[in-house]
T-cell receptor
Framework: GQNIDQPTEMTATEGAIVQINCTYQ??????LFWYQQHAGEAPTFLSY??LDGLEEKGRFSSFLSRSKGYSYLLLKELQMKDSASYLC??????????WGAGTKLIIKP | NAGVTQTPKFRVLKTGQSMTLLCAQD?????MYWYRQDPGMGLRLIHY???????AKGEVPDGYNVSRLKKQNFLLGLESAAPSQTSVYFC????????????FGPGTRLLVL
C-alpha cells in the first residue's frame, strides 16, 4: 500500500530552527510537495521537489532523497505565524497526490 | 481574481438528507479535485476531473457523486448523508500535472447528525 509518515506534533521556540521529516512508500514517484495549513484554513503550497537535493525559498528549505524515500522541511528564524500544520504529499505514478496526516508545529515565545 | 471558491462554508444535515457542494475556479484550470479532511488523517481524494464533462473516482468515492458541466465548476453531491460523512471538504484545481501545485478553496465544514 501507499504510506506517508510524518510526526504528529512538534514544538519549537521563536527564532529557532526546526526540521520536519517525511518518509514515504508510494507506487511510483512524480514529485513531493510541502503545504502549510493554518487552523481552519485551506492548505497553501510551500515547496516542490522532484530531484534529489535541497530547494531553498527564503526561510523555508525542502530536501529530497528519492533512494531513501525521505524528505524534510526546514524552517529557519521561526516566527509565531509559522504555527500551523505542515503537510507532506507525494505524487504517485497515476499523478495523484498521496497525503500525510500532517505535522502540527507549535511555536513558543 | 478570486481563485477557488466554495459554497457553502458550513452546513448541518440530518441523516438521509441530500445536498450539493459547489466549487468554482477562475484560473482556467483543467483539473479539479474534491478532498475530505478528517482529524488525524491526510487529505483523501473523493473524485476528480481532468476536464469539462469528465469525472473519475478517487480513493473514497462511495456515497458521493460529482459533475463537471462547465470547466470552471465542479459539484459534489451527497444523495443520502450519513454521520460518517461529517468532515471538512476541500476543492482544489490545477493545470495538468507537472510541476504545478494544486490550489485549494477555503473548505466546507459539514456536520451530519
Amino acid at each position: 500500500g501507499q504510506n506517508i509518515d510524518q510526526p504528529t506534533e512538534m514544538t519549537a521556540t521563536e527564532g529557532a530552527i526546526v526540521q520536519i521529516n517525511c518518509t514515504y512508500q508510494t507506487s511510483g514517484f512524480n514529485g513531493l510537495f510541502w503545504y502549510q495549513q493554518h487552523a481552519g484554513e485551506a492548505p497553501t503550497f510551500l515547496s516542490y521537489n522532484v530531484l534529489d537535493g535541497l530547494e531553498e525559498k527564503g526561510r523555508f528549505s525542502s530536501f529530497l532523497s528519492r533512494s531513501k524515500g525521505y524528505s524534510y522541511l526546514l524552517l529557519k528564524e521561526l516566527q509565531m505565524k509559522d504555527s500551523a500544520s505542515y503537510l507532506c504529499a507525494v505524487r504517485d505514478s497515476n499523478y495523484q497526490l498521496i497525503w500525510g496526516a500532517g505535522t502540527k508545529l507549535i511555536i513558543k515565545p | 481574481n478570486a481563485g477557488v471558491t466554495q459554497t457553502p462554508k458550513f452546513r448541518v444535515l440530518k441523516t438521509g438528507q441530500s445536498m450539493t457542494l459547489l466549487c468554482a475556479q477562475d484560473m482556467n484550470h483543467e483539473y479539479m479535485y474534491w478532498y475530505r479532511q478528517d482529524p488525524g488523517m491526510g487529505l483523501r481524494l473523493i473524485h476528480y476531473s481532468v476536464g469539462e464533462g469528465t469525472t473519475a473516482k478517487g480513493e473514497v468515492p462511495d456515497g458521493y457523486n460529482v459533475s463537471r458541466l462547465k470547466k470552471q465548476n465542479f459539484l459534489l453531491g451527497l444523495e443520502s448523508a450519513a454521520p460518517s460523512q461529517t468532515s471538512v471538504y476541500f476543492c482544489a484545481s490545477s493545470p495538468p500535472p507537472g510541476g504545478e501545485t494544486q490550489y485549494f478553496g477555503p473548505g466546507t465544514r459539514l456536520l451530519v447528525l
